[in-house]
C-alpha cells in the first residue's frame, strides 16, 4: 500500500528553520516526482516546492524562493525540505504529495494523486 509520512514539523521561532523529511512505504520513490503543498488556517492549499524523480530539476513558489531547499535521497525512498528564515506567514500544515508515476512536476495541488497526513509548521516568538 503507497504510503507518504511527514515528520519534522514543530514551533520554531521566526528567522529559524526547520527540515521536513518525507518518507514513502509500499512504492519506490524514484518513479515519482514529489511535492510539498502547505495549508494556513482559513486558506487554500498552495503548492510550495517540487522535485522531479531524478532531482535534477526542482520548482519552488515565490513566496519561498531563496529560502527553502527540495531534495531527495532516492535510495533513502525520502524526500526533504529544508526551510530556512521562516516566517510567520509560513506557519500551516505541510504535506508532501506524490505526482502519477513519470509525470513532470507541478506546483498545483490538483495535480497530485498520493497524499501524506500533513505535519504542523509554527513559526511564532
Known amino acids: 500500500q503507497l504510503q507518504l509520512v511527514e515528520s519534522g514539523g514543530g514551533l520554531v521561532q521566526p528567522g529559524g528553520s526547520l527540515r521536513l523529511s518525507c518518507a514513502a512505504s509500499?512504492?519506490?520513490?524514484?518513479?515519482?516526482?514529489i511535492g510539498w503543498i502547505r495549508q494556513a488556517p482559513g486558506k487554500e492549499r498552495e503548492g510550495v516546492s517540487c522535485?522531479?524523480?531524478?532531482?535534477?530539476?526542482?520548482n519552488y513558489a515565490d513566496s519561498v524562493k531563496g529560502r527553502f531547499t527540495i531534495s531527495r535521497d532516492n535510495a533513502k525512498n525520502t524526500v526533504y525540505l529544508q526551510m530556512n528564515s521562516l516566517k510567520p506567514e509560513d506557519t500551516a500544515v505541510y504535506y508532501c504529495a506524490a505526482l502519477g508515476m513519470f509525470r513532470q512536476c507541478v506546483l498545483s495541488p490538483s495535480g497530485f494523486a498520493s497524499w501524506g497526513q500533513g505535519t504542523q509548521v509554527t513559526v511564532s516568538s
Open positions: 509500499g512504492f519506490t520513490l524514484g518513479y515519482n516526482a
Open positions: 522535485i522531479s524523480r531524478s532531482g535534477g530539476s526542482t
